[in-house]
């Protein structure tokens, strides 16, 4: 009986582990794909992309998650992987100071809107200049 008990976490670990990711990409590229935003690759579409995921994951579970995904996607160091962590430090920021889950996309946006080529400000989201961006809303 105890090893039935045991399959049956597993099982409910491995759903929940699955059905996370699941919703925040869910979550995310919905908004990526009703955005008019340019610049999908190394642009301000880009910057919002890593922002929005970000913040959801900082809300749902912790700062520290954030930090941990990043250090797991984004390892390296060249200008692009910069410019994703930045992106996510900020969103993981404006997660952690969400007061509801409604709160996260206008702020996101928000914070897109007041960003820049190759911002190195830690409150102002960042992106490569235009010349680099590559229009594709999908990686």
Not at 61 to 82: D, K, P, Q
Request: charged share 25%.
């Amino acid at each position: 009986m105890k090893k039935k008990k045991r399959l049956k976490k597993l099982i409910i670990v491995a759903l929940v582990l699955s059905i996370y990711p699941l919703f925040v990409l869910i979550y995310t590229w919905s908004h990526v794909y009703q955005s008019e935003l340019e610049g999908g690759r190394h642009g301000p579409l880009d910057a919002y992309r890593h922002t929005l995921a970000s913040a959801v994951v900082s809300y749902t579970l912790s700062e520290n998650a954030v930090s941990a995904v990043t250090s797991i996607m984004e390892w390296g160091e060249g200008e692009t992987r910069l410019m994703d962590k930045h992106n996510n430090m900020i969103g993981a920021q404006i997660g952690a100071n969400a007061k509801s889950f409604q709160d996260i996309e206008p702020e996101v946006r928000k914070y897109i809107s007041e960003g820049m080529i190759n911002s190195t400000d830690p409150a102002r989201t960042t992106w490569l200049p235009k010349e680099r961006w590559k229009d594709r809303r999908a990686w």
